[in-house]
């Protein structure tokens, strides 16, 4: 079994000063036996590295372009981020899916670019709640993963963490249950595991959406959740502390 990882996804918020602060209460834990990831807005990409640099805490960005460098006001490129020794980026939020029209193929163009840029990518996949409502929860995440299956080697599958972020759970309050959240991580492993064969049990499946001190460990007793996907919570330090210290505890 891969090793449990919590990742926080500042989204557009944070500051300098609370990035000092979350380094200091991390810095006090021992949190040997999880990963820790923190994806900050990629103005403060820099800044976060130098803050956790002797922490076991990882520092990553929540978006990239997957284009080339040249005129693309106001984007930045996966070069840039490897130029500043920035090795994560989330990809594909339900965010970035929804209010600013990213595709499945633009996803995929982006998962490509890090790979050949020694990024990790932390690509998130997911369904609406009406396509839940309408049974479609499995077959949509299904497709979402197949699109990257299509384009990636076992190996470059290999360096790829996929997040199970349901959007109607995402900022809401409202959790997956563990038992939802676990079968639709079942059928991912399955679908990644039919594709590319033997690999598929170290890829690490996350859960997102609402995760929270009080709800983690249910979700990381699941079989095939190897961790989370911490939005609001990450923001909070004794929370998040919380959340890594029941992860470093499931391992
Ligand atoms: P949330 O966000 O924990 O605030 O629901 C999760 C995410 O969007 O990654």
Known sequence: MPRPLVAGNWKMNGSKSLLIEMANALRKEQLEACDTWLLVPAVFV??????????????????????????????VSAAMLEDVDCRISLVGHSERRQIFGETDDEVVTKTKACIDHRIQPLVCVGETLAERQAGQAKQIVVDQIGRLMEKLTAAEMAAVVIAYEPIWAIGTGEVASAYDAQ?????????LSDYYGLECPQIRLLYGGSVRASTVKE????????GVLVGGASLDKHEF?????AAAIAD
């Open 46 to 75: 820099e800044f976060a590295i130098q803050q956790f640099d002797t922490t076991a805490v990882k520092v990553g960005a929540q978006n990239l372009s997957g284009q080339a460098p040249g005129a693309l006001t106001g984007e």
């Open 183 to 191: 079968e639709i991580h079942a059928e991912m492993r399955r679908t």
């Open 219 to 226: 979700l990381l007793a699941q079989p095939d959740i190897n």
């Open 241 to 245: 502390v919380q959340i890594c210290n």
